[in-house]
């Protein structure tokens, strides 16, 4: 499933656009939850294990949220937030839908390979990885470049080693020859050696467990289970987000159990 000419140029630009708005002027972005937030997007992290779901975007009122899973590899997380600001952009605009759950990325719809492509070039936009390649690896012949290269680039964009590649490839300024050797190289020299090779930043292998949520959560989960709008259940996972437990807060009279709800649809119903 592959996107036509008029709709790539669209999110190029749109791409683009986003990080005028957000002031890039470096090759990649030094903090995308701080510029996502700058430009308007209530950014929620919180690590729910890394066999979870990677994050959702969502529109609560007038609210834009964006939610990414921080038990990823920084790296990841970083992408997570870039894919969802592209299903903020494209989809729950444009479409009328309210929120978007990934489970993963992989190009399964034509919205999962859009918000992928936006991700991909606002990250590494085409005319910032040429004059990188320029500049910083003054035109070396591809046809040279080792897994130091890609991991100058990893570093510069504060994206995956895996995803450098991809893009790389996307931009055909590699082959599936050279693409293949350079897999193999991380495989035998592990991403976090090659970054360390040339003092790169290791911390994109590396998970955050960051938390961060809204500031009304707690007692907005409160005050609905007192008001019986959600069950016990959904009061001790609630809790669990920011390391409390029930017995640890006032509340009244529990209510029979009913089906707990997860983290987003909490997000989705506050009020």
């Not at 599936?176 to 090659?194: I, Q, S, V």
């Amino acid at each position: 499933m592959r996107m036509n000419k008029s709709r790539q140029l669209a999110i190029e630009k749109l791409a683009d656009n986003v990080r005028d708005e957000c002031k890039v002027t470096d090759y990649g972005f030094q903090n995308i939850f701080e510029a996502a937030e700058k430009i308007g997007y209530r950014v929620i992290r919180y690590p729910i294990g890394i066999d979870a779901f990677l994050g959702f975007a969502l529109i609560k009122d007038s609210e834009r949220i964006i939610f990414s899973n921080s038990s990823l590899i920084l790296s990841r997380e970083i992408f997570s937030i870039a894919h969802e600001i592209g299903h903020q952009k494209l989809h729950l605009s444009e479409q009328g839908l309210t929120m978007i759950k990934d489970v993963d990325f992989s190009d399964r719809d034509v919205s999962e390979i859009e918000a992928n492509y936006f991700a991909a070039c606002l990250l590494m936009p085409r005319e910032k990885v040429a004059k990188f390649i320029r500049h910083e690896l003054k035109n070396k012949s591809i046809g040279k470049w080792s897994g130091l290269n890609i991991a100058r680039i990893q570093t510069a964009f504060n994206v995956s080693y895996d995803m450098a590649l991809i893009r790389l490839k996307a931009l055909d300024i590699l082959d599936d020859t050279l693409m293949d050797w350079l897999k193999f190289e991380k495989l035998e020299k592990t991403a976090t050696r090659l970054l360390n090779a040339i003092n790169g930043n290791i911390d994109l292998c590396k998970s955050t467990e960051a938390k961060k949520l809204p500031a009304e959560y707690l007692e907005w989960v409160i005050s609905n289970y007192n008001e019986k709008l959600i069950p016990i259940n959904s009061l001790k996972s609630a809790l669990e987000y920011v390391d409390l437990e029930v017995e640890d807060i006032e509340v009244l009279s529990e209510e029979p159990e009913e089906e707990d709800e997860g983290f987003e649809d909490l997000l989705r119903r506050m009020d």
